[in-house]
């Protein structure tokens, strides 16, 4: 039985920039560190990065919730990222946005002022 997110991997192909970056975007320096696979702690889940792979913006889509998608947007697109999805409201108050990251991967965002953090499991 599936309890809920816990990491979402990216595949990356060059590992030392993907982990500068990412240091950026997470606002913190990995746990995880070693030349196989870098784990940051995001918000109680895991972002991963898989070294020698095939990055791509097709497949699994996670969301990293975020507190203002408009200011994430431009944060992300100001650190070298590209426009995939602009900020988007879906209902509710909700809204999505994706990028490129540097490296070929779909990175996207939401702002949910629904999600209940006391809820994750």
């Known amino acids: 039985m599936l309890l809920g997110l816990r990491t979402a991997i990216y595949p990356v192909s ?10 950026q975007v997470a606002g913190t320096k990995p746990y995880f560190d070693e030349p196989f696979y870098v784990g940051f702690a995001v918000g109680g889940f895991e972002l991963g990065l898989l070294p020698d792979a095939t990055p791509g913006v097709t497949g699994p889509q996670p969301l990293w919730g975020v ?7 431009e944060r992300l697109l100001a650190l070298g990222a590209t426009a995939l999805e602009p900020v988007t409201e879906v209902g509710e108050g909700i809204k999505v946005a994706a990028v490129k990251d540097p490296f070929g991967n779909r990175l996207g965002i939401i702002e949910n002022p629904h999600f209940k953090a006391s809820e994750v499991r």
Do not use: H, I, Q
């Open 14 to 23: 060059d590992l030392a920039r993907a982990k500068a970056w990412y240091e």
């Open 67 to 73: 507190a203002n998608a408009t200011a994430a947007f």
